[in-house]
């Protein structure tokens, strides 16, 4: 495993002090597509059952890259899977203990941040009151039904290059990175990096006096 971290002050944590968000980062369009239902449903419930032990309240997981125009196609199968609902590029559900869920299947972090300052401006439009758009009103776009910043983010890929499906949440998370596939991933990786986390102490961009 190998690790690197960026931080910065984002939103309260539902979790003060701990681990409230998680966001998993793995696998292309293309290997999601592939999966099967119960490929999908053994890899979710993967997932769910590292994360509802550290008490987070919201999971995330989106693709590493690729090329749009397959969302449908997975979509249907995540549903199949996990059940839920969709709404637009997200998929979610609630898991163990009220866990929100979000499949979104948005591989370009460009693509997304365009979406929400698109939906932000749709929103004005229909009010007929311009928003001065800040960083709360733009949280509020890209993450829900997540309502806080990730806390960490897991990066199924190699530490020398950012995931392309990533933008905004890089300021505000700890991340970790583990040079192993996708599709291998299991609740050990997952715990492994958790605990990485735990040990941390996360200073939000500040600096040792």
Not at 1 to 11: E, L
Not at 24 to 35: I, K, N, S, Y
Not at 82 to 108: E, P
Request: glycine share 10%.
């Amino acid at each position: 495993m190998v690790k690197g971290s960026s931080s910065a002050s984002g939103g309260l944590a539902a979790n003060e002090g701990g681990l409230s968000h998680v966001l998993v980062c793995g696998g292309t369009l293309h290997e999601w597509r592939q999966a099967s239902v119960g490929e999908w449903k053994l890899q979710l419930d993967t997932f769910v059952d590292s994360v509802h032990e550290s008490g987070a309240r919201w999971l995330t997981v989106c693709p590493y890259a690729g090329q749009s125009g397959v969302e449908d196609e997975i979509a249907a199968i995540v549903l199949e899977a996990c059940g839920g609902q969709r709404n637009g590029n997200r998929i979610s559900f609630i898991a163990k203990d009220g866990l929100v869920v979000v499949v979104d299947l948005c591989a370009d972090g460009r693509e997304r941040f365009a979406h929400a300052l698109n939906q932000i401006k749709g929103e004005s439009a229909s009010t007929r009151q311009e928003k001065e758009i800040s960083e709360e009103i733009l949280r509020a776009a890209m993450l829900p039904p997540g309502f806080v910043d990730p806390d960490l983010i897991l990066i199924f890929g190699s530490p020398t290059q950012i995931p392309p499906s990533l933008m905004w949440e890089l300021s505000y998370s700890e991340l970790v990175f583990l040079d192993v596939s996708w599709r291998k991933c299991n609740v050990d990786h997952v715990q492994m990096a958790i605990n990485d986390f735990q040990r941390r102490d996360r200073r939000f961009g500040g600096v040792d006096s």
